[in-house]
């Protein structure tokens, strides 16, 4: 901004006058000033500070280039001049101000008076504006952009450039819009789920041609997905979000090789079912649905396959009774590199309560062979395994048997009880369900009998004809069973004397009876009465029988050690 101040000479013109001759005033002040803060106006103030014409004044002020034909000129004392030389102008220009007019002579404005300058400043405009607030949409299926007119060059002399992904990618433009205007651009020719990058400038073909620094915005259009479905039998389901507003066509591949071509007329155009025979069961396909726009290629990818349809069932039991195994875990072990399935793949399934399994969805590809083994903590079979058990698209399925031929072991133990003591019966038949096979208890009671499969086995002790409690007990073996226990219900009467000869009663006696041989148990001691004799009820088994001490009778002089060194330790057998 620069103030300018001249003077203006006034020459005396040829004056006529009757009276008197009037000097007008030698000199008159005038200021201008040069600003602009636009690309596109340059403004001029100026004022004329004084007027020497007295009676009369007429003012003139003009601005003038030549480099761009701009010009601009007032009639007032004071007042702004707009000139519009366009964006980036640095130049001279021309000033010219005069003042012309009459001053009073007396009575009369009869004198001619006027003054003149010329002189000359250089000013300029910025370059042309950006746009600003720029703006894009982030969840369409095109990409909305918009921004606000920066520039003070007219409507009808700018327009706006759209660049995308790179400056020197234009793909279009847009009329200019007033300063402060908003002006908007949409681009369809994107696809889904796709990031852009936007450069927009402002550009005008006037004063030379002008483009703008470019401003840069990025938008986003909402994802398009394919779906396709994975186990659905003998098919592959793909859906789609809604393309109607998109394309009029798409094309399915599978594998790159097109299977269908469909036209989208709504937007419940959004499904395919491929049902093709040849489809491999369970084999993964790429599936692409593909469209073009504005001669640009689109596409949305995704994975399926239908449910493999290879089965291996059958079921496992005992090799005699025929009775089911359960919990048995078969298990299937692919022996050979497949496309989309390595070796060693492993497919299993349990038996249930009636031996039977199924292992479904094995995948087999075109032809594949598996090993197939079954399993079960301490268990045996027949077969062990098989190999080389092979599927195919002929031969989907397989039935396949197994026989448990575990042999296992129940034990327990057969006990009599006195006074809360127990002790264990030797010589007693186990017995499994109606067969006898030659097992016994043995010392302590204890027995051990093998069970050559699993299954539900009756165990019965059985001794004469004593009495057990439970007189049986039912169990499932299908691993060691221990603890199968009884209790030997039977007593008899064990009764006797102990005197001397003739009949004579000595004296009262402590008659001990134990059993259990090494391991003495069932330990019970019976005074004798007034008569010397003793009686008892006791478990039905052998005991040994002893006097352990001895008290003479009144009138006896007798010494107790000889009586009880006397009589020597006798068995007694209740068993029977």
């Not at 803060?37 to 003038?64: A, I, L, P």
């Not at 919990?327 to 497949?338: A, I, P, R, T, Y």
């Not at 009262?508 to 009465?529: K, N």
Request: glycine share 8%.
């Amino acid at each position: 901004m620069k103030t300018q101040t001249y003077s203006l000479g006034v020459p005396l013109l040829a004056i006529i006058c009757l009276l008197a001759v009037v000097k007008p005033t030698a000199q008159n002040d005038i200021t201008w000033n040069f600003y602009s803060g636009s690309d596109y106006y340059q403004y001029v103030d100026f004022e004329h500070k004084k007027n020497f014409c007295s009676c009369t004044d007429e003012y003139k002020f003009s601005v003038k280039s030549t480099v761009r034909p701009t010009s601009g000129s007032s009639k007032s004392r004071k007042g702004t001049i707009r000139l519009a030389p366009g964006p980036s102008a640095s130049q001279t220009y021309t000033i010219a101000a005069s003042q012309s007019g009459t001053n009073n002579a007396v009575f009369n404005c009869w004198i001619s008076c006027n003054g003149s300058l010329d002189n000359s400043q250089r000013a300029s405009t910025s370059s042309i504006r950006s746009p600003r607030n720029l703006d894009a949409s982030q969840d369409r299926d095109h990409i909305e952009i918009s921004w606000v007119s920066n520039t003070d060059v007219p409507a009808s002399n700018h327009s706006y450039r759209i660049a995308r992904d790179s400056p020197g990618n234009g793909i279009g433009s847009k009329p200019g819009v007033a300063k402060n205007g908003r002006q908007t651009f949409v681009d369809f020719s994107v696809g889904p789920d796709e990031t852009h990058t936007y450069y927009i400038t402002t550009t005008t073909n006037q004063f030379g041609g002008h483009t703008s620094s470019e401003r840069t915005i990025v938008g986003h259009t909402r994802p398009r997905q394919l779906r396709a479905s994975v186990g659905e039998p003998r098919k592959v389901t793909l859906s789609w979000d809604d393309l109607s507003n998109i394309t009029e066509e798409v094309v399915i591949r599978r594998d790159g090789q097109q299977v269908a071509e469909l036209s989208i007329n709504s937007d419940a155009d959004t499904a395919y079912s491929d049902s093709d025979p040849a489809l491999v069961p369970g084999r993964a396909y790429q599936y692409t649905i593909a469209w073009q726009k504005d001669f640009v290629d689109y596409q949305l990818n995704a994975e399926g396959a239908s449910q493999p349809n290879g089965r291996i069932s059958g079921h496992v039991q005992t090799p005699l009774t025929q009775l089911p195994i359960s919990g048995v875990m078969v298990c299937v072990e692919q022996e050979n590199d497949l496309d989309q399935s390595a070796a060693g793949t492993i497919y299993c399934d349990t038996t249930d309560e009636f031996g039977d399994y199924s292992i479904r969805q094995i995948y087999y590809g075109v032809e594949a062979t598996f090993k197939v083994t079954p399993s079960k903590q301490n268990h045996a079979f027949d077969p062990a395994f098989l190999p080389e058990q092979r599927l195919d698209l002929e031969v989907p399925s397989l039935g396949i048997n197994f026989a448990d031929t575990t042999a296992f072991v129940v034990s327990g133990q057969v006990v009599q009880a006195l006074n809360g003591d127990t002790c264990g019966l030797q010589g007693v038949e186990i017995w499994i369900g109606d067969l006898f096979k030659g097992d016994r208890t043995g010392p302590g009671g204890h027995y051990s009998i093998g069970v050559e499969e699993s299954g539900s086995y009756k165990i019965t002790p059985v001794l004469g004809t004593h009495g057990m409690a439970p007189g049986s007990r039912t169990v499932m073996v299908d691993a060691d069973v221990v603890g199968v226990n009884f209790i030997d219900t039977s007593v008899n009467l064990v009764e006797g004397v102990v005197k001397a000869g003739c009949d004579i009663f000595i004296g009262q006696s402590e008659v001990r009876l134990y059993s259990g041989g090494d391991s003495i148990c069932l330990d019970t001691v019976l005074l004798t009465d007034e008569n010397g004799r003793y009686i008892a009820t006791l478990p039905a088994r052998p005991f040994d029988i002893e006097v352990q001490d001895f008290s003479p009778a009144d009138g006896f002089v007798i010494d107790p050690d000889e009586v009880l060194g006397y009589f020597a330790t006798e068995e007694v057998d209740l068993t029977h």
